[in-house]
Every structure is written in structure tokens, then in C-alpha cells.
């Protein structure tokens, strides 16, 4: 007796896992049919096991009806987590893709800038563009401490927006502070 009424009970716990597992599995591929698919599959496979079960067992129709209830708000409950997990990977992924971004370009330009410092004949080739007084200069000096100021350490997305329209900002710049200083980029 007892056996009748457990088989059909995990028949229909292990369907809706495999439901919810199915329906998981094409919530991470973010295809709007295939998850149609899986979810009228799902659901027709609990509906029929259900029925199944209250066939087979009419003592246990109401144990039944309690696993389908709380078996769905299960796997409901499971399925949105996992996929606001994955929502927030990739929305920190992409945040930090963005950030790495900024920073090279950011070391790219500290690069360029650093050859007219550094390099005694680029400085005498282009003097205007270690002269402060110059106002492309000055205008890439304050560039450049605004991009240093709004580097993020741990970014959140205005912060990494912000810094990206900062570093735009330094490498117009600096361009503008070559062409006016009558040359192109240094080597």
C-alpha cells in the first residue's frame, strides 16, 4: 500500500525537477521558443504524471495535489534564482569588460604621453606640448587628472561610463595638444 502511494510521488517529484531543470537549461540559452518549448513540455509531463498519480492512488490524491503545488513553487523559486544569478554575472562581466577597456585605452594614451616626457628629442621636437601655458596642454593636464580621479576601483555602471567618457575625453585631448604642437602621435 504504502509503495502504490510513494512511486507515484517521486515519479512526479523527479518530473518536475526535470522540468524545471529543462526549463532552467533554456532560460541560460535566452531563446524565447526553445523556451516555450520547454515549458509546455514541462508542463504537460507534470499534468499527465499528476493525473497519473491521482489514478493510481486515490487515497493519496491530496498528497499529490500537495507535491504539484509545492513541487512548482519549488522549482519556480529555483528557476528564478539561478537565472538572476546569470544576470548578474554577465551584467558584472560587461561591467568589467567595460572598465579593462577604459584602462588600456587609458595606459595608451599614458603611453604617448609619456614618450614626449621622456624622450629628450620628442621634447625638443614638440616643446609646446610640455608648456602648460599652451591651452591644448592645459586642457589635456585636466583631462588627464579627470580620468585619473574617475578611474573606478569597483565599478558600478555610471561609474564605468563616466570613467570611458573620461578617457574619451583625454585621448581628444591629447590629439588636439599634437596637432597644436605640430606633429603627429609619438612613437
Given amino acids: 500500500m504504502v509503495f502504490s502511494v510513494v512511486l507515484p510521488l517521486l ?68 528557476i528564478v534564482g539561478r537565472d538572476r544569478r546569470r544576470r548578474r554575472n554577465r551584467e558584472r562581466r560587461q561591467l568589467e569588460a567595460a572598465v579593462t577597456a577604459a584602462a588600456t585605452r587609458h595606459r595608451d594614451v599614458m603611453a604617448r604621453w609619456s614618450a614626449y616626457e621622456l624622450d629628450p628629442w620628442l621634447a625638443a621636437e614638440h616643446p609646446r606640448l610640455l608648456d602648460v601655458r599652451a591651452p591644448e596642454t592645459r586642457n589635456f593636464i585636466r583631462a588627464l587628472k579627470a580620468a585619473e580621479q574617475l578611474r573606478p576601483q569597483a565599478a558600478t555602471a555610471a561609474e564605468a561610463a563616466a570613467y570611458a567618457d573620461a578617457v574619451a575625453a583625454l585621448e581628444d585631448s591629447l590629439r588636439r595638444a599634437e596637432e597644436a604642437a605640430g606633429g603627429g602621435r609619438a612613437a
Fill in 11 to 78: 515519479l512526479l517529484v523527479t518530473v518536475l525537477a526535470a522540468a524545471a531543470a529543462g526549463i532552467d537549461r533554456t532560460l541560460r540559452t535566452r531563446d524565447g521558443e526553445s523556451l516555450f518549448w520547454a515549458g509546455l513540455t514541462g508542463f504537460l509531463a507534470v499534468l499527465l504524471t499528476a493525473a497519473w498519480a491521482v489514478s493510481a492512488t486515490l487515497a493519496g490524491s491530496a498528497a499529490v495535489g500537495l507535491v504539484v503545488v509545492a513541487g512548482a513553487l519549488a522549482a519556480l523559486f529555483w
